[in-house]
């Protein structure tokens, strides 16, 4: 696909003396991204989509939708051409890194609704998760730190890790089921009642298992009332929740930029209340000055063109429109999760109130009580159905079938997965 230059790509060009790219070939004019100019329902038109699979395993990642991933294939070839002449701040008027660097970051807090010095970018959301974890510094050795079993991999991980270095009480705990507002918060009253050593929480906005969703507001108050601070993991609430950061109430938080922002991989971004900066050490050989969050990055060379494209990303994402994506998502997922509401052997595992769920919703079929018999649904779903989900292990209740649809999906994607589970419920009965 052919690509045109940017205004940033002429600019260098220009600066050595070479002509402005005068014979490269022009695309047609870019899609114009203004505030809630994209109807939901035209949504499935923005995006280049496989054919002849339903799949609805976008909590992996976002798919871009063609004006970004346009704007990402522009930057890669704008950052490759330049090279380190870009890299390296050396253009006049300031055309380079640092600038980009910095849109990026002011993008960012615009749409979480925050100071861009409270912005962080990173290369995932689990690089931003794990540098507010492990550099927690108020954490002394005896301080007990508390997750549950809803909570990602790799923040559980990282949570242990506080444990063997940094001679943390590690304390894990179930997430009830089900998982009412009420029963939530009984669990966390519970845990937190007995750990009265405990200095930090986990909170895991919409849990990458279940999809179950949090109130984050509430257990954060929670938890400061009893002196704890909580990390909350918005990896799968940024731009699929309607919400802006300080609507949770933390002091820390860190997200995928690349899931529901839809930005390119390799984009994530973490959040530290101004207040809190110096609660959080510095990474590793890191030469930023500690008053800077970016200080808390570890350095090393990161995507250029994928940073670069975050501006143009926020604004699909306001284009659309924060409430508006919200409502459209949790209709594509009341979609299949009501067409198998008869269906005995299909569990769904998370409750029927919207305040708990939005796009991501696992099941379990009757029986299916092992890892292997996931994984075997996820097959026969794929194989025989072409509908594309994934299993997910870790639940204290047992293994789940997760079911993404992605801004992409049409309603035909998800009844083609109610069809399936019609044809497939009994497999283990």
């Known amino acids: ?85 870009w890299a390296r701040n050396v253009l006049p008027g300031g ?63 990282a949570m242990s890790w506080l444990g063997s270095h940094r001679g943390a009480k590690v304390v894990k705990f179930a ?33 990458n298992r279940t999809g179950l969703v949090t109130p984050v507001r509430e257990i954060v108050a929670m938890a400061r009332a009893r002196g704890v601070d909580t990390i909350v993991d918005a990896a799968h609430g940024v731009a699929l929740l309607d919400f802006q950061v300080e609507d949770l109430g933390a002091d820390f938080v860190g997200w995928s930029v690349h899931k529901w922002t839809s930005a390119p991989l390799g984009t994530g971004a973490m959040y530290i209340r ?41 604004d699909f994402h306001f284009a659309v429109g924060g409430a508006a994506k919200e409502k459209h998502m949790r209709a594509l997922r009341d979609r299949w999760v009501n067409g198998v509401a008869d269906l005995p052997n299909v569990e769904i595992a998370v409750p029927n109130d919207p305040a708990r769920y939005c796009a991501i919703t696992s099941f379990r079929l009757k029986g299916m009580d092992t890892d292997d018999k996931a994984k075997l649904v996820q097959k026969v779903l794929f194989e025989r159905h072409r509908v594309h989900t994934v299993w997910r292990t870790g639940v204290t209740k047992g293994p789940v079938i997760r079911v993404t649809p992605g801004f992409y999906s049409t309603p035909q994607d998800v009844d083609a997965l109610a069809k399936a589970l019609r044809a497939e419920h009994r497999m283990f009965v």
Not at 23 to 47: C, E, F, G, T
Not at 177 to 205: F, H, R
Not at 276 to 291: E, K, N, Q, Y
């Open 1 to 85: 696909m052919a690509s045109t230059p940017t205004r940033r790509l002429l600019l260098k060009s220009a600066a050595f003396g070479a002509p402005a790219l005068a014979a490269a070939p022009v695309m047609a004019q870019p899609l114009v991204l203004r505030p809630n100019s994209i109807p939901v329902a035209d949504l499935p038109k923005h995006y280049d989509v496989v054919p002849d699979v339903h799949n609805l395993e976008a909590g992996y990642w976002s798919m871009m939708p063609r004006v970004v991933a346009d704007e990402y294939e522009r930057q890669v070839a704008a950052v490759n051409s330049a090279n380190a002449v």
């Open 274 to 314: 101004q207040s809190r900066l110096a609660d959080i050490d510095i990474a590793f050989g890191s030469t930023v000055p500690a008053d800077d969050i970016n200080a808390r990055v570890p350095p090393g060379t990161v995507n250029f063109p994928g940073v670069a494209t975050i501006p143009t990303a926020v």
């Open 175 to 207: 997430m009830p089921e089900p998982a009412t507002t009420a029963n939530i918060l009984a669990a966390y009253e519970d845990v937190l009642k007995k750990t009265p050593e405990a200095k930090l929480l986990l909170v895991t906005q919409i849990s």
């Open 95 to 157: 055309e380079g890194w640092t600038t980009t660097f910095k849109a990026a970051q002011a993008a960012i807090a615009r749409q979480m609704g925050c100071a861009p010095e409270e912005i962080a970018v990173t290369r995932s959301g689990a690089d931003a998760l794990q540098m507010l974890i492990c550099n927690y510094k108020p954490l002394k050795p005896g301080d007990a730190v508390i997750h549950c079993d809803l909570d990602y991999d790799a923040m559980i991980a």
